[in-house]
């Protein structure tokens, strides 16, 4: 993982205060989620510019190294190219545009006498920027940015209303007052003293196209940026290791790594019987890679299981995904980084119109526009009229777009482009993963499709085609192919199969979302001990009335209270708690 902060100073021939730079390298250790005896630090100071750059990483051995030093520039790459040597047409670019770039990353540079950084299209490696009277601040950790600003920490109350609502921000904002999240497809730069903030729209989807041969040609590019995303994996060393399961997605990579001849092996997590088991290793088979399973630990029967405190479950999710992920989802643990190169299917959503086009059954116009209200302005009631007037305002661009690429592009913005962001920065301490769905050309080639097309989910059936032509008769796991329903097959066609999960009694229990009497009560007392510190963004009624039942009912909404609560009772940022009991969690019957 790497952190990048740069300062550049307002007033010409003014530098960087020292006290600046001092408060800089002592708010690394806070927001910077990793032991502080494994970062090393490197520094570009020229007068009136500084740029700063921290990892985990044990050496330099990953290229591009954390910055990269011209001659009168400095360039620093957060998270990965496709092409390592591409960070020198970053450095020589006049004006910072990722467009054509190959990679997950943002990009940070410096000369004397300007400080830049640009966001991919996704943003999901972030950008943020702030300033105070005489200094701008950009860096890759809204909370070390907040905090070169000053010595205290001051919280944007209203702004976080989306996330109690939602569990993450449906905006540009952050939970730090003053600092904002650079959005898709921009480019920020201060010269002369002038902050100046640059955005490229989002593509615009083409209709389907009516001809086979001009689908297969979109089918064909997209299939070309997909390879292309793997090629730093031919440096690794060893074979890759693929989180495979029954599904689209994860069998996709393994379709990718398969054409692009790069080595790979693959687990699956369940029981033998699990259809994810039985279909990876259909697909194993036919590309005849290594396949282990992993099955779930036995043990005797029991009637509660034990999990740590819910404030210990805050204070880690806040520490690493700075307070714009809720303590609702499990963030990947600490461990030491490694170059092992492993990958999953996480974010294929892209190339199905997203997460929010896929849960509609209705795709009407009028049923598209209330799935746009809803996700700005969910339970309503629960909040104050200051909070839902600012999800309006937020929702308001939005409601003037075509409600299909409103959705589509909200995904992006949003549960890509802050959700995954925030909640990423766990799995990056351990390591940089290549995200072949997220890489920049391929979100910018996805987009550019049909949004129907995309949903039938008919585009990656036919680049499985291209890829893999073998797995395209394996089952898949779940639902069937999305294109197939109401289609007419003729006898000698082969119509694609599904395999479904057998029905077990508890098999969907989670003690998140079944806390029981004793977590509901600690979740309680600590929500409603802090209500006043609440209430300018909730109603402090139907916060009582949630927390009313002896176990909850909205335990989701309960842990977006609980993480919001505890950002605002002064527990985060902090020392973390110690010495806090375990929980016990009744299992059901």
């Not at 990953?62 to 360039?75: E, K």
């Not at 072949?436 to 499985?464: C, H, K, M």
Request: charged share 25%.
């Amino acid at each position: 993982m790497r952190v990048y902060l740069g300062l550049a100073a307002k007033h010409p021939g003014a530098g960087i205060p020292e006290t600046m730079l001092h408060r800089v390298r002592s708010a690394i250790d806070s927001a910077f989620p990793v032991p502080p005896e494994v970062i090393r630090s490197r520094e570009w100071r020229r007068p009136g510019v500084t740029l700063f750059a921290w990892t985990n990483e044990p050496d330099d051995s990953r290229q591009p190294p954390p910055l990269v030093t011209g001659h009168d520039r400095v360039t620093g790459v957060n998270g990965y190219l496709a092409a390592p040597d591409e960070v020198n047409r970053l450095a020589g670019m006049t004006t910072l545009d990722t467009e054509a770039v190959g990679g997950c990353f943002s990009v940070f540079r410096a000369t004397e006498d300007e400080l830049s950084a640009a966001t991919a299209i996704h943003r999901v490696c972030p950008v943020y920027h702030a300033e105070t009277p005489d200094v701008h601040v950009i860096g890759s950790r809204a909370l070390l940015v907040h905090l070169a600003c000053g010595e205290r920490v001051d919280w944007d109350v209203l702004a976080l209303q989306s996330m109690v609502r939602q569990g993450y921000f449906l905006s540009d904002e952050t939970p730090y007052l003053g600092v904002s999240a650079l959005p898709p497809s921009s480019s920020v730069t201060v010269r002369g003293g002038a902050r100046t903030i640059t955005t490229t729209p989002l593509p615009t989807a083409v209709p389907v196209p009516e001809s086979r041969r001009r689908k297969k040609e979109l089918v064909g590019e997209l299939a070309d940026a997909l390879l292309a995303t793997v090629e730093p994996l031919r440096a690794a060393g060893e074979p890759v290791n693929l989180a495979l399961t029954g599904g689209r997605d994860s069998r996709l990579i393994a379709a990718v790594l398969h054409a692009a001849g790069i080595p790979l092996r693959a687990t699956t997590n369940g029981l033998d019987t699990h259809p994810d088991v039985i279909l990876s290793g259909r697909v194993a088979r036919a590309l005849r890679i290594e396949h282990t399973v992993i099955p779930p630990a036995r043990a005797e029967k029991k009637d509660a299981i034990v999990v740590e405190h819910p404030l210990a479950r805050a204070y880690e999710t806040l520490r690493t995904c700075e307070g714009m992920t809720s303590a609702y989802e499990s963030v990947v643990g600490y461990l030491p980084y490694s170059a092992r190169p492993t990958m999953s299917g996480q974010s294929g959503e892209i190339l199905r119109a997203g997460g929010l086009l896929l849960l509609q059954s209705d795709l009407g116009e009028k049923a598209l526009r209330r799935r746009v209200d809803v996700t700005f302005l969910r339970d309503p009631a629960l909040f104050s009229e200051a909070a839902n007037e600012h999800a309006r305002e937020l929702a308001g661009p939005w409601r003037e777009r075509a409600p299909l690429e409103a959705l589509d592009h909200m995904y992006v913005t949003y549960k890509v482009g802050r959700w995954h962001a925030g909640s990423r920065a766990g799995s990056l301490r351990r390591g940089d993963q290549i995200w072949p769905f997220l890489d920049n050309r391929v979100v910018r080639a996805a987009l550019g499709l049909d949004q129907t097309w995309r949903l039938s989910e008919e585009v990656i059936y036919e680049l499985l085609g291209v890829l893999a032509p073998s797995l395209r008769d394996i089952p898949i796991e779940g639902k069937p192919w999305r294109f197939t329903a109401g289609k007419r097959y003729y006898p000698w066609q082969r119509r694609p199969q599904v395999l479904t999960a057998p029905k077990t009694g508890g098999g969907g229990w989670n003690w998140r979302t079944s806390p029981g009497a004793e977590l509901t009560g600690l979740m309680r007392d600590h929500v409603l001990g802090r209500l006043d510190l609440l209430t300018p963004i909730v109603n402090p009624d139907e916060v009582r009335t949630l927390f009313a039942e002896p176990i909850l009912k909205k335990p989701n909404q309960a842990w977006h209270l609980y993480t919001v609560a505890t950002m605002l009772g002064g527990d985060y940022p902090g020392k973390e708690p110690k010495g806090l009991p375990r929980i016990h969690i009744p299992i059901p019957s």
